[in-house]
């Protein structure tokens, strides 16, 4: 292809790792009125080292039930499962106070409350089906270096040269988004002042299918099972005690680990490689632009308490196939502002509930003011006791969030 020519795509999505490659899979299996395939465009800037690569890298994820199911739907949960591990159990607790609450797959009828798989994993497979896709035109390592928005579509020039236009502009690429940039959205930013140690941990007791939320001084700690009895770590710690904490070897990490975790588990055994990450909530007030949606990272990025970051960009991704699928099927222009909008409508509670749910949890876990810490003691002890009062918990955890459209 020479530079100055004009490629037309149908869909072209920025960002190639977890959200964008669902994503292009998603919309791949969607035909438009006379039959034919969607064209889709995936643009990637890290070259495909997938153990580097800092959408798959060292950490792990919660898929919740709902994502599950929204996988399933698209046709991809069967690319995830034999790499997944089951949570059957939750234990939520509050370092040094009595306050606890416990969800379990029985008591919902359900095999597992979410699954966990390394991004990794993930990532191979999904390459894996982007690469048998012929109708999915993967670029990587590409660096997206101009966006002009047209009223009949969205040109984008590579760093390279090479030039599409496209029907639908998708920005699936994380939390300092270039699309999002370019179209100076405006957004909303917290800064936590924590940072998020990542590893993965081996413990005396394999999990078993049970996963932590521990609450501590610093931050909450989330020990999430995996297979052959590992377990993922995600320590939220406050900024000022995370290089500290970084800078221990593996001995004396294990033990401010085991400190502040407890023995639920028995013996912290061993950790591998860790990694930081500050923790920042960015949250774009309006994620639309002309024939351009945000999702996932590049829409919101949270805290990671009670595993809400990937399964909140589930439900973008998963109405978001939705959304196209409705316009093919009515012979609408997939990335009108009338189609945008509907999609946007649909997701907007849901967003917003779920950012200020993360943040109220992060903010209020991370205080000892002692109103505080009792108040939150008394929830979760009512929580263990009454049913009534742990079905919103359930909810989000589950992910059945409703979809309930606002036409």
Same mark, same amino acid.
């Given at each position: 292809?020479?530079?100055?020519?004009?490629?037309?795509?149908?869909?072209?999505?920025?960002?190639?790792?977890?959200?964008?490659?669902?994503?292009?899979?998603?919309?791949?299996?969607?035909?438009?009125?006379?039959?034919?395939?969607?064209?889709?465009?995936?643009?990637?800037?890290?070259?495909?080292?997938?153990?580097?690569?800092?959408?798959?890298?060292?950490?792990?994820?919660?898929?919740?039930?709902?994502?599950?199911?929204?996988?399933?739907?698209?046709?991809?949960?069967?690319?995830?499962?034999?790499?997944?591990?089951?949570?059957?159990?939750?234990?939520?607790?509050?370092?040094?106070?009595?306050?606890?609450?416990?969800?379990?797959?029985?008591?919902?009828?359900?095999?597992?409350?979410?699954?966990?798989?390394?991004?990794?994993?993930?990532?191979?497979?999904?390459?894996?089906?982007?690469?048998?896709?012929?109708?999915?035109?993967?670029?990587?390592?590409?660096?997206?270096? $101009?966006? !002009?928005?047209?009223? /009949? &579509?969205?040109? %984008?020039? *590579?760093?390279?040269?090479?030039?599409?236009? @496209?029907? #639908?502009?998708?920005?699936?690429?994380?939390?300092?988004?270039?699309?999002?940039?370019?179209?100076?959205?405006?957004?909303?930013?917290?800064?936590?002042?924590?940072?998020?140690?990542?590893?993965?941990?081996?413990?005396?007791?394999?999990?078993?299918?049970? $996963?932590? !939320?521990?609450?501590? /001084? &610093?931050?909450? %700690?989330? *020990?999430?099972?995996?297979?052959?009895?590992? @377990?993922? #770590?995600?320590?939220?710690?406050?900024?000022?005690?995370?290089?500290?904490?970084?800078?221990?070897?593996?001995?004396?990490?294990?033990?401010?680990?085991?400190?502040?975790?407890?023995?639920?588990?028995?013996?912290?055994?061993?950790?591998?490689?860790?990694?930081?990450?500050?923790?920042?909530?960015?949250?774009?007030?309006?994620? *639309?632009?002309?024939?351009?949606?945000?999702?996932?990272?590049?829409?919101?990025?949270?805290?990671?308490?009670?595993?809400?970051?990937?399964?909140?960009?589930?439900?973008?991704?998963?109405?978001?196939?939705?959304?196209?699928?409705?316009?093919?099927?009515?012979?609408?222009?997939?990335?009108?502002?009338?189609?945008?909008?509907?999609?946007?409508?649909?997701?907007?509670?849901?967003?917003?509930?779920?950012?200020?749910?993360?943040?109220?949890?992060?903010?209020?876990?991370?205080?000892?003011?002692?109103?505080?810490?009792?108040?939150?003691?008394?929830?979760?002890?009512?929580?263990?006791?009454?049913?009534?009062?742990?079905?919103?918990?359930?909810?989000?955890?589950?992910?059945?969030?409703?979809?309930?459209?606002?036409?």
């Amino acid at each position: 292809m020479s530079q100055s020519s004009l490629v037309h795509v149908d869909v072209a999505i920025v960002g190639g790792g977890m959200s964008g490659a669902v994503l292009a899979l998603s919309l791949a299996a969607l035909r438009g009125p006379t039959g034919a395939p969607l064209q889709i465009l995936l643009l990637e800037a890290s070259a495909p080292e997938l153990n580097a690569h800092p959408g798959f890298d060292a950490r792990a994820i919660a898929l919740s039930a709902g994502t599950c199911e929204a996988l399933e739907r698209h046709g991809l949960w069967s690319r995830f499962a034999p790499h997944c591990a089951p949570i059957t159990d939750i234990h939520v607790s509050d370092r040094g106070h009595p306050g606890q609450a416990r969800l379990s797959a029985a008591e919902y009828g359900l095999p597992a409350l979410g699954q966990v798989i390394e991004l990794s994993a993930a990532g191979i497979e999904l390459q894996r089906g982007i690469a048998a896709c012929p109708h999915i035109r993967m670029c990587c390592p590409a660096q997206l270096s $101009a966006i !002009e928005p047209l009223e /009949e &579509g969205v040109v %984008l020039t *590579l760093a390279s040269g090479e030039r599409y236009q @496209s029907r #639908l502009l998708v920005a699936a690429d994380g939390g300092n988004s270039f699309v999002r940039q370019h179209f100076k959205l405006a957004v909303t930013r917290h800064d936590y002042e924590q940072s998020a140690i990542i590893a993965t941990v081996r413990t005396a007791q394999d999990p078993a299918g049970r $996963a932590f !939320e521990r609450f501590t /001084e &610093g931050g909450p %700690l989330a *020990l999430l099972p995996m297979q052959d009895g590992l @377990s993922s #770590l995600v320590w939220s710690v406050a900024r000022a005690e995370a290089d500290a904490l970084m800078a221990l070897d593996d001995a004396a990490f294990l033990t401010h680990l085991q400190q502040a975790f407890g023995w639920r588990l028995g013996r912290f055994e061993r950790s591998g490689q860790r990694h930081l990450y500050p923790l920042v909530l960015t949250a774009a007030d309006y994620p *639309l632009a002309q024939r351009t949606a945000l999702v996932g990272n590049a829409a919101h990025l949270l805290h990671p308490i009670a595993g809400q970051g990937f399964n909140l960009g589930m439900r973008d991704l998963d109405l978001l196939t939705q959304a196209v699928a409705q316009a093919l099927a009515a012979g609408e222009e997939i990335g009108s502002f009338g189609v945008l909008s509907r999609y946007w409508r649909r997701r907007q509670e849901d967003q917003a509930h779920t950012i200020w749910l993360t943040s109220s949890l992060a903010q209020l876990f991370s205080n000892d003011h002692a109103p505080l810490v009792a108040g939150r003691n008394l929830a979760l002890s009512l929580m263990g006791r009454l049913p009534c009062l742990k079905a919103p918990l359930a909810a989000q955890t589950l992910g059945f969030v409703s979809q309930t459209a606002t036409r």
